[in-house]
Structures are given as structure tokens and as C-alpha cells.
């Protein structure tokens, strides 16, 4: 089991920026595959960026240069630096992390950009 837990978000005007963290707590030693994933209102759940355990990232076209992924092996955190923000990166933001057989989810927290 992996216990994964969000925060950081919040309201921004477009062109700002937030990080975003995720805690890791369990067995994180098992963990392969981290990940920041969002969903819009009446979206469906869509994939932002990726990190192996090896630091290998991957990020969706519609963030590129302006998210940046990375993982604190000692803090057991991800973060996700989001700068540039637009309005259509609103939404609930889910850490995600997988293991060999599991997949675990976070609430999730609520990014809001407007002006």
C-alpha cells in the first residue's frame, strides 16, 4: 500500500505560477512510475506529466516548458511546478504513483486560474 497525499493548489491569475506536492508514505519502495494528472469540469481525467523512479520524465504537449515534474527520493514527494498558467489549466489535480501491481490516487486539489 502507498498513501498519496495533494496540496498546493489554489487561485492564480493567468501567468502566474504554483507547486504542487505530493506526499508519499507506505511502501514507496515499490513505487515505479509517478505522475500529476488533471481533470477539468465535464472533462474527462487526462494525463500533465510523468516521472520514473529513475527520473525519466514526460510531459503532455499542452504543458510542455512551462511544467516542470521532479520527485525528493529523500522527502518521498513529487512536485509539479506550474508557471505560465492558463485559464484552461483549471481543474482538480491528482498525484498518481504505480507499482509493479497498483496503482494509487490522491484527492486531488483544485488549480484555479482567472482573472
Known amino acids: 500500500q502507498v498513501q498519496v497525499v495533494e496540496s498546493g493548489g489554489g487561485s492564480v491569475q493567468p501567468g502566474g505560477s504554483l507547486r504542487l506536492s505530493c506526499a508519499l508514505s507506505?511502501?514507496?519502495?515499490?513505487?515505479?512510475?509517478m505522475g500529476w494528472y488533471r481533470q477539468a469540469p465535464g472533462k474527462e481525467r487526462e494525463l500533465v506529466a510523468t516521472i520514473t523512479s529513475d527520473g525519466s520524465a514526460n510531459y503532455a504537449n499542452s504543458v510542455k516548458g512551462r511544467f516542470t515534474i521532479s520527485s525528493d527520493n529523500a522527502k518521498k514527494t513529487v512536485y509539479l511546478q506550474m508557471s505560465s498558467l492558463e485559464p484552461e489549466d483549471t481543474g482538480a489535480y491528482y498525484c498518481?504513483?504505480?507499482?509493479?501491481?497498483?496503482?494509487?490516487w490522491g484527492q486531488g486539489t483544485q488549480v484555479t486560474v482567472s482573472s
Open positions: 507506505g511502501n514507496t519502495f515499490l513505487i515505479r512510475i
Open positions: 498518481n504513483v504505480r507499482t509493479w501491481g497498483s496503482a494509487y
